[in-house]
RNA sequence: GCCGAGGUGGCGGAAUGGCAGACGCAGCGGACUCAAAAUCCGCCGUGGGCGACCACGUGGGGGUUCGAGUCCCCCCCUCGGCACCA
């Protein structure tokens, strides 16, 4: 017989919300914590991913708040975004009540798995009271210069008919969302500076422990630091000069060339000087070059191509003449957008003068060998090692030479030495009408004028129609965008763009705080008892978009005064949980692997689902999906149930004391005495302090399987029993809650044991009364003995090699040494 | 190329330097049943032996150690991130 799931979740679910037990407040004796998940994009229904998502969610909510912690444990949802005007052209339904209604559609997901919400804390990013205080944040960060507009090439996508940040430009430049390949437009959009915060964005990785390295790592190397020199080359025979930047300013006099981008602002001012001809074939080569896609530039890896402008640049430690080439291997948005080619000591512009056939100068030699020769080099020497050919510097190892080198180029008024980001600004403008609008209006008398708070929140438009092509409704929308100027009173027109939606999900975790709170986006109290996040668990794909944005804006969020100037981040534990895979791929529709929750919940029930997701593996690995694992965890759930369903009158009879250890007869009384307290603390320890919730499961089943072979006979025994499964029931609700209420209430326990105190470990119990102690001869394992534990090492010696049958294994075989570890082993070493 | 994670039975996965394979899934055998399902009991790394046992075994090769899945060195493979980043 299968246990009536279907009866008993909803039963519980009810309970707990008209009991409001998972409601919380601010402040308190206890400890607090912060556990926040990842929430959704209500793009219709929760998928396998997210139920395991919230299944480590809660179960971390449930656990803590049985040991005593003030659990803030809230959910909501990132409402804004692509999806729902896609949905809003193929299904001719409007944006906002499709988002809406798979609001509530996944509202009820959520329920139906048990997780114990503080539904009073929903938020909703595409509501007004939530996009008003984004539109606030925007408005401050625009006073304080950390917004602003600016003409640049940036990344458009055009299925999404919108431009990109960079971090949404993912794998071989590919949007983020659709996969369409990115092309790069020239435009002007809004960014916020978060270059500002470059260093210490990269600095305070290193304070966050409680991060998984792998993030860290991904988080630095996009940030990418380095230190360099950035300085000036004249062009010879011209008022112009190009400025370069470099990491290896010790290899200056070995530049041989020097490279531009293509999209260099000085190509256009050099193409005017040149002789006809060649300035035809420039500027094609130019176009030829900046029409490329992310992808077709990789496309030729290593191949590269070249153009000469027929101009010098003059190196301005030697006065040497080098040739101006635009190269396809050089980008505008990084450095300067030009190099100083240095062959012999940069593989790719070693590359690039064989292909072209431009001179080699090394500067630096290997340490007690001479400077190599140039038309023998195979490859570009870029290790460390001894300037040469470089003046009154040789002689020094390379860390010196830049160091050196680096102080005579500013001593001269050369250049400066400064520390580059790969990081770029976060360009936040979409042409999207499902979105934050941008609270600025373009005056004609006053120009670009920010709208007072008072006149927050823009409303979206709700009337907008979004057109068949996918282009922004919002342009469309007449008399949205005519407006009156803040400033003069005169006409203006409103910002038809809207803020990408990661500005949205940048500060929910803030909002869930204070979710009601009409004068500021939270109250400053509120985060000053909840805030950091205690533990952050979601996917590891927004190590380099969320996880960036939503550190970038604590910082902003902090120097504004909103939380103490010591809050610098938001999240101090991070949990990435691993993909969800059936057949050895990631579970997707084009694939068919894609197993559906609900059906999952309604054949097996939430417990089972949940029980399954948290046993098959641990949290951060990727995890299997098993049909007949999910069976067995519903089988396990079965003979729980059955096992104090059947005994629920002895159990609700027996007394409800603790049975010491010392009453217990040596025997399987003790023994399952031991096991409940072994489990408890194994349980404990498992969840607390190493997230493996599967090993956890593991000892739970261990546990069930003692309780099932003990035969209570006696009062005590009896006691000792309902002991045992009261344990088990309790370790167990946080993985799987409902059962173990209806259960607890079966046993004749009439409070929560969602607000139960987890049990605690009677120490005295851990003790055991025998140890196996194994016999190894030379390493190898040979015999096993039973001993009382806590033998000393000579005593422990002593009584094995006294045991006839280690004896014998000795033999006359002289004995090198003996190593005993005490309660484990004693290890004979033996000659020959 | 650089950085990170990983490689253990048929499968998912366990193992503070000390009994490799906990727990579960699958499989095999048995009980119950007219039968099946469900349930319960037993077996379950490979090779050898009737057997108690023996040998081998954690991607490959070396090393440290009384003892290595675990520590060190070299190599191979898988996954993930970054990548003409100057």
């Known amino acids: 017989m299968a246990y009536e799931f279907g009866a008993i979740e909803p039963k519980w679910q009810k309970r707990w919300e008209e009991s409001g037990c998972f409601h919380v407040e601010t402040g308190g004796d206890r400890p607090k914590f912060y556990c926040l998940e990842m929430f959704p994009y209500p793009s219709g229904a929760l998928h396998m991913g997210h139920l395991r998502n919230y299944s480590i969610g809660d179960l971390t909510a449930r656990f803590l708040r049985m040991n005593g912690y003030n659990v803030l444990y809230p959910i909501g949802f990132d409402s804004f975004g692509m999806p729902a005007e896609n949905a809003a052209i193929k299904m001719k339904i409007h944006p906002a009540k499709w988002t809406l209604d798979n609001i509530d559609h996944v509202t009820g997901q959520f329920k139906s798995m048990g997780c114990s919400y503080d539904w009073r804390r929903m938020v909703k990013t595409c509501l007004p009271d939530y996009y008003r205080w984004s539109q606030w944040f925007f408005l401050r960060m625009y006073e304080r210069g950390l917004a602003y507009k600016k ?117 256009e001012r050099l193409a005017e000087m040149m002789p006809r001809g060649r300035r035809d074939e420039v500027l094609e080569f130019v176009r030829r070059i900046s029409s490329r896609s992310a992808i077709e530039r990789t496309a030729n890896d290593g191949d590269k191509m070249g153009i000469d402008t027929g101009f010098e640049a003059i190196n301005p430690v030697n006065g040497t003449r080098a040739p101006v080439w635009i190269a396809d291997y050089i980008l505008m948005d990084y450095g300067t957008g030009a190099i100083m080619g240095v062959p012999a000591h940069d593989q790719r512009d070693f590359d690039f003068v064989r292909k072209f056939g431009l001179g080699i100068i ?133 910002e038809t763009d809207t803020m ?69 981040e938001p999240f101090t534990g991070l949990l990435t949980q691993g993909m969800v895979v059936k057949d050895g791929a990631k579970m997707s529709k084009s694939l068919g692997n894609v197993v559906d929750p609900d059906e999952i919940i309604k054949k097996y029930g939430a417990d089972t689902a949940r029980l399954f997701i948290l046993f098959a593996s641990p949290p951060d ?109 309790l370790c ?31 120490t005295e119990a851990l003790k055991a009364d025998r140890v196996t102690v194994v016999l190894q001869i030379n390493g190898k394992l040979r015999e096993q003995y039973e001993v009382e534990p806590g033998l000393s090492k000579e005593e422990l010696t002593k009584r094995i090699m006294d045991q006839p049958s280690a004896k014998s294994r000795v033999g006359g075989k002289e004995i090198v040494k003996v190593i005993a570890v005490p309660d484990r082993l004693v290890n004979i070493v033996l000659r020959g």
């Open 151 to 267: 003409h640049a090439p940036v990344n458009w996508c055009d299925s999404c008919g919108t431009v990109l940040a960079n971090e949404q430009v993912i794998g071989e430049g590919v949007c983020w969302r659709c996969g369409t390949p990115v092309v790069k437009r020239a435009l002007e959009q809004w960014f916020l500076r978060i270059t500002d915060y470059a260093e210490e964005l990269l600095e305070n990785l290193d304070n966050l422990s409680g991060w998984p390295e792998r993030v860290l790592t991904m988080q630095r190397n996009w940030i990418g630091r380095s230190e360099g020199v950035r300085f000036d080359m004249r062009i010879a025979d011209t008022d112009l000069s190009i400025e370069a930047f470099t990491t290896r300013i010790d290899t200056i006099f070995g530049v041989t060339f020097v490279a531009l981008a293509a999209e260099h602002p000085i190509v």
């Open 362 to 494: 090394p500067v630096v030699r290997a340490e007690g060998e001479t400077a190599p020769n140039p038309d023998e080099m195979t490859a570009a020497i870029d290790a460390d090692g001894i300037a040469c050919n470089s003046g009154e510097f040789d002689g020094l190892p390379t860390p010196v030479a830049i160091e050196k080198i680096g102080e005579w180029f500013e001593s001269n008024g050369w250049g400066r030495r400064e520390t580059q980001y790969r990081l770029r600004d976060w360009l936040i403008s979409r042409q999207r009408y499902w979105g934050t609008p941008i609270p600025v209006v373009y005056c004609d008398r006053c120009g670009t004028v920010p709208l007072p708070e008072s006149s927050l929140p823009v409303e979206l438009p709700f009337d907008a129609r979004i057109p068949d092509n996918g282009g922004n409704a919002l342009l469309d929308c007449e008399d949205w965008v005519r407006t009156t100027c803040p400033r003069c009173g005169g006409p203006a027109r409103r």
């Open 500 to 568: 990408d939606t990661f500005i949205c999900s940048s500060w929910y975790f803030l909002r869930y705080l204070s979710p009601a709170c009409d004068s500021s986006p939270f109250r400053p109290e509120d985060a000053d008892y909840w805030m950091p996040v205690d533990l952050y668990i979601g996917g590891i794909e927004h190590a380099c978009l969320h996880l960036i944005y939503a550190r970038f804006f604590t910082k902003v969020v902090s120097d504004l005064g909103l939380v103490p100037s010591d809050m610098r």
């Open 621 to 729: 690995k990727s995890l299997d999906w098993s049909d007949k694992g999910v069976e067995g965890a519903n089988r396990f759930l079965n003979r729980v149930y059955r096992m104090v369903d059947e005994s629920a009158s002895e159990l609700r009879s027996a007394k409800r004391a603790a049975v010491s250890m010392d009453s217990l007869p040596a025997g399987p009384g003790k023994d399952l005495k031991r096991l409940i307290h072994s489990t408890i603390d194994r349980v404990t320890k498992d969840i607390k302090d190493e997230r493996q919730f599967n090993t956890a499961v593991a000892r739970l089943m261990e546990l069930y399987n003692g309780l099932t072979v003990f035969n209570p006979g006696n009062e005590i025994e009896w006691s000792l029993f309902r002991e045992g499964v009261e344990s088990l029931l």
């Open 732 to 762: 167990l609700s946080p993985f799987c809650p409902h059962i173990c209420e209806e259960l607890w209430e079966a046993m004749g326990n009439d409070d929560y044991l969602a607000t139960a105190r987890w049990p605690s470990v009677d």
